[in-house]
């Protein structure tokens, strides 16, 4: 079954059954570039897609194409803001639902791909694998992402994962870094630290 919402600007939904028929077949289509009809300009690489796929999967690809910007003229897209496996990587999701690479960084590249495109089913799948993710290691790393992005969800979990750890975690170079980068992310850090030993 395929679960639908409503909402003014729909967007499709794929089902929850990762490895049905369908989803195969998507991934398939993705990696053969059948009938590619549009290309992603990345570095010296280039990625072809299925326009319908991204306008289907993504407001954010909808919009470029309904409101005739010169990207959708062209049907070529360049990126300079990511790299081509990451970018690899979010078209696949966009065709099967799948992260194929669940590596720190390519995670975390992937949900900021997922904030600017608009991919709800992204930002949730890659919010779930940071949160199971969180060491004194990366606590910091993650929750500067989820400031930068507004995940509220994220960053809470992070807060929870840096009370329970801060003895350690004061001691290391990416909570100084934190501070001097971020000073506003810290003071809700030390808030939350507060409110939490009261």
């Not at 079954?1 to 909402?7: D, E, K, P």
């Not at 059948?34 to 072809?48: A, H, L, R």
């Not at 808030?191 to 009261?198: F, I, V």
């Given at each position: 079954?395929?679960?639908?919402?409503?909402?003014t600007?729909?967007?499709?939904?794929?089902p929850?059954?990762?490895?049905?028929?369908?989803c195969?077949?998507?991934?398939?289509?993705y990696?053969?570039k059948?009938?590619?009809?549009?290309?992603?300009?990345?570095?010296?690489?280039?990625?072809?897609a299925?326009?319908?796929?991204?306008?289907?999967?993504?407001?954010?690809?909808?919009r470029?194409?309904?409101?005739?910007l010169?990207?959708?003229?062209s049907?070529?897209?360049?990126i300079?803001?990511?790299?081509a496996?990451?970018f690899?990587?979010f078209?696949k999701?966009?065709?099967c639902?799948?992260i194929?690479?669940?590596?720190l960084d390519?995670?975390?590249n992937?949900?900021?791909l997922?904030?600017?495109?608009?991919?709800?089913?992204l930002?949730?799948?890659c919010g779930?694998i940071?949160?199971?993710?969180?060491?004194?290691?990366?606590?910091?790393r993650?929750?500067v992402?989820s400031?930068l992005?507004?995940?509220e969800?994220?960053?809470?979990?992070?807060?929870q994962?840096?009370?329970?750890?801060?003895?350690?975690?004061?001691k290391?170079?990416?909570?100084a870094?934190?501070?001097n980068?971020?000073?506003?992310?810290a003071s809700?850090?030390f808030?939350?630290?507060?409110?939490?030993?009261?």
């Open positions: 079954n395929i679960t639908t919402i409503a909402t600007d729909p967007v499709l939904k794929l929850d059954e990762k490895h049905c028929n369908v195969r077949a998507l991934k398939t289509l990696e053969s059948t009938n590619t009809d549009m290309s992603f300009k990345i570095g010296e690489n280039t990625i072809k299925h326009w319908c796929i991204l306008v289907a999967r993504s407001p954010v690809f909808k470029m194409f309904e409101n005739n010169i990207e959708s003229k049907r070529c897209i360049q300079t803001d990511f790299d496996r990451t690899d990587y078209l999701y966009l065709y639902g799948d194929d690479d669940k590596s390519i995670v975390m992937l949900f900021a997922g904030d600017k495109y608009s991919v709800e089913g930002l949730k799948d779930d940071l949160a199971d993710s969180l060491t004194v290691e990366t606590v910091c993650i929750i992402l400031y992005h507004n995940d969800t994220l960053k809470e979990k992070c807060m994962f840096l009370n329970h750890n801060f003895s350690v975690i004061k290391k170079s990416e909570w870094e934190l501070i980068d971020y000073p506003k992310l809700e850090i808030s939350s630290m507060t409110a939490y030993l009261e």
